[in-house]
């Protein structure tokens, strides 16, 4: 029994001498470890929240400028390719025609291509052309029939500009095979510049190929006016050489804060500052709709650069000052936590580790010093009368000597952890709610209000580019269905058209009497069978005035059927997806009465806009010369400042008849402004505070505290007298040495008392 119970201490022992893992250090030194990163982040973070001369919500803003040039260029070259190959199957698959009632057909169809020919491919012959010279030398017809042999090129003219090239076959038995070409500029249709950005496109060595915005020097009067020209042209040859290089990148790796949903490589980049002016720009590669699916324009590896010159702000929001004293003041704060949970929690802890082990090992002739505070002090006031019942005391006469001190101390470890993350919080509360507050009378940037002008004209201006198309569609089909084309032969041509164009939800040819002669696509819910005459005055118009979706539709007449149209149902969500551009915050179609038809984000369909956006669209209504310009507007108020821009159609064709408005506003508290910004990191080095005390603290109260608490209540009832609850410590740190150490305390006075009551038992 002797050698068992040798065996156990030995055990006990070795394990008290293990390497203390976890326990009172770690949670310590990881706070003072946090505190001193937080006061960095705060002299830094803080110090430089306003000191860049062009806000970061600019750089942004010409990003997302960029890629709205690229993924309309991106659908223009998309679309003109696809209208060509439609057409030019619809021709195929018709009777032949003469070349030039081809190329008349087409030109009084679409009115976006500066050239077209039709060349025959054996003789190399030209067949007929319209427009401006189309480059046909420049074609290798006897490559055509390889892959990717129609695919569109681009071909630079002797005079120095680009055109892109766009071809397809026309093909009939028993004739020889015909090339139809389509020639384009690469310039930008309905991207609103401004009166000072310039915008190019950039081939992948980054050569531009063409460019908007920049006077030639030869353009402008004055010798400055000459001198920026050149400067500007420099700086944007700088610009497009360093884009092209950033846009050879994956997208993964390439993307950069404020891209939002563009899926390709885009960014913004820094140039020179002249007179107080920074150059700055934004750039974006073409890419499909989704990411990693490629499209024909995808394909011509082109860039697209949008450049504006900024004035540059002296001011700041605030200097280095606050930032240095936040983070003096956190290091101030910090020291005394930490010191304090070192002099009343560590050292006491350890001193009753070292006091404990000590009683373990035999030496008992010194007293336990005593820590003076909470549970250490009762653990200590415990230890001490151990060691007396140890020398042979009884547990009563050590109790009734040490009666009061042992319950003394009652400022336990629980309260001074609260005292700490009470200092903590002290600090931490303000940063989070009270200093650096951005208000009403924020700064926003002139360029910020202004490209949210031009990019909500933008947008509104593809919107009804995109109708046009469609209706441009609907005569395309219309003329090439003529008065001979049986039922079976015009769905098949509908379907076509349905699959290449993915606008419309349905499309269906309508005789004069009101019976559908052919369908593809959904059941048409806007105009029932029987219904006679025009369908609608308009060639574009909304149908209905209520419902859960406005039902927007399109008609062209087919020549020679007597009154018969095609007719297409436009689907919401196609207008709808227009509207999706990262940056310009809630974006919304509205029609003449200003009811909601589309937007990009939640809405109920026909509702009504609210009293100051409502104002905007009235007022952006008002007809200056031939067009309603685009206007913008802050709105300041109790609840914020918001950026707002209304543009309402301007421009030809189908759809400016209907008179609709795009607006789109956002809360500037959304974007890199450096108020904001100062606001933003001001509330996150509060919340980094608040975290770090929280979990620190956290941790030290559940691993030590706790324990600790409960160890004191064990440690007072064995010096009571309680021989027979075992002490198992819960984990290897000192709260567990001293556990242990208190563990061994008690078999040794549980083998005391056998060898003094085994006398008295051998006498009986």
């Known amino acids: 029994m002797a050698a068992s119970s040798s065996k156990r201490r030995h055990k006990v022992r070795r394990r008290a001498d293990m390497s203390l893992l976890g326990g009172i250090r770690p949670p310590i030194a990881l706070l003072s470890a946090l505190l001193l990163s937080l006061a960095g982040i705060t002299a830094l973070g803080l110090g430089r929240a306003s000191q860049e001369s062009v806000p970061e919500a600019v750089l942004t803003s010409q990003q997302h400028f960029a890629e709205d040039g690229a993924v309309t260029m991106r659908a223009s070259i998309d679309e003109s390719v696809t209208d060509l190959t439609r057409t030019a199957g619809l021709f195929s698959a018709g009777d032949p025609v003469s070349p030039d009632a081809v190329l008349d057909k087409i030109g009084s169809v679409y009115q976006k291509w500066m050239g ?83 915008i190019a496109v950039v081939d992948t060595a980054g050569r531009i190929l063409s460019s908007d915005g920049i006077h030639e020097p030869e353009q402008v009067e004055t010798a400055k006016q000459r001198e920026d020209a050149k400067r500007s042209a420099k700086q944007l040859k700088a610009f497009a050489e360093t884009a092209a290089t950033k846009t050879r990148q994956h997208p993964l790796k390439a993307k950069e804060p404020g891209s939002g949903g563009f899926p390709g490589v885009s960014g913004s980049l820094r140039g020179n500052s002249v007179r107080g002016d920074r150059a700055v720009a934004g750039y974006a590669a073409l890419t499909g709709p989704q990411p990693g699916e490629g499209t024909v324009a995808t394909s011509l590896g082109l860039t697209v650069v949008a450049m504006v010159d900024v004035a540059e702000d002296p001011t700041r929001v605030a200097g280095p000052f606050f930032a240095l004293v936040s983070a003096a003041a956190l290091l101030l704060i910090g020291a005394l936590a930490v010191a304090l949970l070192l002099g009343t929690v560590q050292r006491p802890l350890l001193k009753l580790f070292l006091e404990s082990r000590r009683l373990t090992r035999g030496d008992l002739a010194r007293p336990v010093s005593v820590p003076r505070f909470g549970e250490a002090a009762r653990i200590g006031h415990a230890l001490e009368r151990l060691r007396r019942q140890l020398l042979g005391e009884p547990a009563a006469a050590a109790g009734a000597a040490d009666t009061g001190s042992g319950r003394r101390g009652r400022l336990g470890s629980r309260a001074l952890i609260v005292v700490c993350g009470i200092l903590l919080l002290a600090w931490s ?63 098949k041509v509908l379907e076509r058209t349905r699959t290449e164009h993915q606008r419309y939800r349905s499309l269906y040819v309508r005789s004069a009497d009101g019976t559908v002669q052919a369908r593809a696509g959904e059941t048409p819910h806007a105009l029932p069978d029987g219904t006679k005459g025009k369908p609608f005055a308009q060639p574009i118009s909304v149908l209905n005035d209520s419902g859960k979706e406005p039902s927007v539709a399109g008609y062209a007449e087919i020549p020679g059927r007597d009154g018969a149209m095609v007719i297409g149902e436009f689907r919401i969500d196609f207008i709808n997806a227009l509207l999706k551009r990262p940056g310009l915050g809630q974006i ?29 669209v009235s007022g952006t209504n008002q007809r200056v010369g031939m067009n309603a310009p685009a206007g913008a507007v802050v709105y300041r108020d109790e609840d914020g400042v918001q950026i707002a821009a209304s543009a309402p159609f301007s421009g030809g064709g189908a759809a400016k008849q209907l008179r609709w408005t795009v607006v789109s506003w956002q809360p500037a508290s959304g974007l890199a402004i450096p108020e904001y910004s100062l606001q933003n990191r001001t509330v996150l080095a509060g919340l980094l505070g608040i975290t770090a005390a929280g979990a620190c603290l956290g941790w030290l109260y559940i691993v030590v505290v706790r324990p600790l608490r409960e160890l004191a209540g064990q440690a007072e009832s064995l010096a009571d007298g309680d021989r027979r609850t075992v002490l198992f410590p819960h984990h290897h740190d000192e709260v567990g040495a001293v556990t242990r150490s208190l563990e061994i305390v008690r078999q040794q006075l549980q083998e005391q008392r056998k060898r003094d009551s085994a006398p008295l038992v051998g006498r009986n």
């Open 429 to 491: 509360a303000p940063m989070l709610l009270l200093f650096n507050r951005a208000d009403s009378t924020v700064a926003v940037p002139e360029q910020i209000v202004s490209d949210q002008r031009e990019r909500t004209h933008t947008v509104s201006d593809r919107v009804r580019r995109s109708l046009n198309e469609g209706h441009a569609d609907l005569v395309s089909v219309a003329t090439l269905i003529g008065n001979r084309t049986s039922s079976e032969d015009m769905k």
């Open 588 to 616: 919304r179609v509205v029609d003449d009465k200003h009811r909601i038809i589309g937007g990009n984000s939640g809405y109920l369909a026909f509702d009504s806009l609210s009293g100051q956006l409502d104002d905007l």
């Open 116 to 198: 077209t020919a039709v060349v025959e491919i054996e003789s190399g012959r030209m067949l007929a052309a319209r427009g401006e010279n189309v480059p046909v030398t420049a074609i290798d017809t006897s490559k055509l029939a390889q892959k990717d042999g129609l695919s569109p090129r681009i071909v630079r003219l002797q005079n120095g500009e680009t055109r892109l090239l766009a071809l397809s076959l026309l093909s009939w038995p028993d004739r020889p095979q015909q090339l139809l070409i389509a020639s384009n500029s690469l310039r930008f249709p309905g991207i609103s510049r401004g009166q000072f950005r310039s």
